[in-house]
Structures are given as C-alpha cells and as structure tokens.
T-cell receptor
Framework: AQSVTQLGSHVSVSEGALVLLRCNYS??????LFWYVQYPNQGLQLLLK??????LVKGINGFEAEFKKSETSFHLTKPSAHMSDAAEYFC??????????????FGQGTILTVHP | ETGVTQSPTHLIKTRGQQVTLRCSSQSGHNTVSWYQQALGQGPQFIFQ???????GRGNFPPRFSGLQFPNYSSELNVNALELDDSALYLC???????????FGNGTRLTVT
C-alpha cells in the first residue's frame, strides 16, 4: 500500500524567501513521485516528477525536489518565492509498471501563502 | 494538441438523484482515470479505464460507475447521490508507460 504525508497544511512565506514544502511517502516498491500545483477553481498542473533517474529533479517555475530514499522524503523547494506561487500544492506517489500507471495516491495538500 | 476537457464545469443535484460527468481525454491518450477531491482534501482515486475496460478501482462503492468509449472519452456516473458526494471530480488521461496523467479542470458537484 502507498501513502503520502504532507507536513503542514498551511505554509506562509514572504516574497523572496525560501519555499520548503515537505512530503514523506511510504511505498512497498520503488515509487514514482510527483508534485502538482492547484490554483483556485482549476485542475492539477504537474510541477515535477521523479521516475528513478536523477534524485534532484528540476521542475517548472523554479521549483525543484530531491528524492531521499533513506528518509522516504520528496520535499519541494524554491529559492525565492513569488506572489504568483500562492496556491495549493499536492505531493503524490504512483507505482511503476504493469497496469499501475496513472493511479496516484495524493497527500492532503499544503496551501502556500506569499506575503509582500 | 487538445488537453483534457470536462463537462459540465459546475452541477447542482439533490440527494438521491443520479449524475453523469463527462471527460474528453487528451489527444492520443487511451487511459482515463477519475478522482474525487472533497473540499480541503487531496484527490482520491476512484477508478481507471483502459481500452474500454475498468482497470483498477479505489475504495468507492458500486454506485460509482464509469464507461469509456472507443474514442477514449469517458463518463463517470454516480447513483443515489449523498451529501458527501459533493466534491470536485477530476478526470486525468495518460498512455501506458506514462507515469503522470494529465488532468482536466474538473467538475464541481454540489449535492443538496
């Protein structure tokens, strides 16, 4: 069974400050890991994904995440927050192979607020 | 290339009624997954369709059912609606071997 825990339902930062959104997962097999962003009244947009290649993954809009197997973590970071980063962020885990593609388990989400 | 489109965008139903939500998958994507996102929660996997057959199901009762058509579009049907069915329903399409599905903007269902 897979599960995802996002630590902190709300994170608040100042514009220009570091963004750190935490995600821990459990999976009985090597996982695929994802970060999605959701703006109000919209669907999910993929920020980045880990698919067993490089452990440091770079995504869109300056975000990156590092897969740490020993810590079962996949935290999302951005060096300098922008007002447009204010949104809800979801970490998700999926399985590789067979009929498992596209079936994701999501965390509860973290709402990021950016103050001027 | 067109993305995933869902209709309608909003819907209000009464408890006990039935509802059908529709999804057109991204061009070339033959796999469709449906997710339920309750307010303040992360999306939960309902089921997936591949080549018109159900290909996995999450922890949802049988009154949640689906169809996939030869053009890969899909429907989600919910019978005997309950208040707790109020949520954003997301459709996502993918191709075998692609780990990340592409999501539509969802249908917001309100059950009163």
């Amino acid at each position: 069974a897979q599960s995802v825990t996002q630590l902190g339902s709300h994170v608040s930062v100042s514009e220009g400050a570091l963004v750190l959104l935490r995600c821990n997962y459990s999976s009985s097999v090597p996982p695929y890991l994802f970060w999605y962003v959701q703006y109000p009244n919209q669907g999910l947009q993929l920020l980045l994904k880990y698919t067993s290649a490089a452990t440091l993954v770079k995504g869109i809009n300056g975000f990156e995440a590092e897969f740490k197997k020993s810590e079962t973590s996949f935290h999302l970071t951005k060096p300098s927050a922008h007002m447009s980063d204010a949104a809800e962020y979801f970490c998700a885990v999926g399985w590789a192979g067979g009929t498992s593609y596209g079936k994701l388990t999501f965390g509860q989400g973290t709402i990021l607020t950016v103050h001027p | 290339e067109t993305g995933v489109t869902q209709s309608p965008t909003h819907l209000i139903k009464t408890r006990g009624q039935q509802v059908t939500l529709r999804c057109s998958s991204q061009s070339g994507h033959n796999t469709v997954s449906w997710y339920q996102q309750a307010l303040g929660q992360g999306p939960q996997f309902i089921f997936q369709y591949y080549r018109e057959e159900e290909n996995g199901r999450g922890n949802f009762p049988p009154r949640f059912s689906g169809l996939q058509f030869p053009n890969y579009s899909s429907e989600l049907n919910v019978n005997a609606l309950e208040l707790d069915d109020s949520a954003l329903y997301l459709c996502a399409s993918s191709i075998p071997g692609q780990p990340d599905p592409h999501f539509g903007n969802g249908t917001r269902l309100t059950v009163t």
